[in-house]
């Protein structure tokens, strides 16, 4: 069975803090998917980053970055320099890599990030 | 670019009445979806559709949930009798290549149901 776990309900930090979000997830498939998604108050869901499972390198895009270890089964995400328009709720997803009727995204419960000027 | 366009925006109806949403993917998409994000929770997948045909509705509640998607591009879901459980909102997204889950998903709004 596939699951994802974003343990951190609600994180609140001050304008320009560094801050990361976490995400755990399990899978018994050797070639899956992860994602990140952001959900602003607006409701849509932003695709910020996909990762396959053979590539751990880590990634960097402006402020944001994520850091993937297959040995811990984690896929986290750090804002650097966080700023107030980063405030929403984030959301940490799997899915297998190869194609099936059994297929599915899973999404974790999501972590919502407030940004305090 | 135009993107995945939902309506309504919003909803409110009683328990046991009948609610349909709309869903235009972007131009060219052919895989569509429609989630279900109970408040507090992550999206749901509730039906896949490639063109217009299901590839997967093993999530949907089909004694009360319905979907289609005409000519492989507008999709309507339906549900019919609401239950107070069912008050959610409902995301449609979209994805240019068929029969890749990895492939990039575009989101819409989103209509937020409110059954009473």
């Known amino acids: 069975a596939q699951k994802v776990t974003q343990a951190q309900t609600e994180i609140s930090v001050v304008e320009k803090e560094d801050v990361t979000l976490d995400c755990v997830y399990e899978t018994r498939d050797t070639t899956y998917y992860l994602f990140w998604y952001k959900q602003p108050p607006s409701g849509e869901l932003v695709f910020l980053i996909r990762r396959n499972s053979f590539d751990e390198q880590n990634e960097i895009s402006g402020r944001y970055s994520w850091n993937f270890q297959k040995s811990t089964s984690s896929f986290n995400f750090t804002i650097t320099a966080s700023q107030v328009v980063d405030s929403a709720v984030y959301f940490c997803a799997l899915t297998r890599g190869s194609y099936s009727s059994a297929s599915k995204i899973i999404f974790g419960s999501g972590t919502r990030l407030s940004i305090r000027p | 670019e135009a993107g995945v366009a939902q309506s309504p925006r919003y909803k409110i109806i009683e328990k046991r009445q009948s609610v349909a949403f709309w869903c235009n993917p972007i131009s060219g998409h052919a895989t569509l979806y429609w989630y279900q994000q109970i408040l507090g929770q992550g999206p749901k997948l509730l039906i896949q559709?490639?063109?217009?045909?299901?590839?997967?509705d093993s999530q949907l509640p089909k004694d009360r949930f319905s979907a289609e998607r005409l000519k492989g591009v507008d999709s309507t879901l339906k549900i019919q009798p609401a239950k107070l459980e069912d008050s959610a909102v409902y995301l449609c997204?979209?994805?240019?290549?068929?029969?890749?889950?990895?492939?990039?998903?575009?989101f819409g709004p989103g209509t937020r149901l409110t059954v009473l």
């Open positions: 559709f490639q063109n217009n045909g299901v590839v997967d």
């Open positions: 997204a979209s994805s240019r290549v068929a029969g890749r889950l990895t492939d990039t998903q575009y």
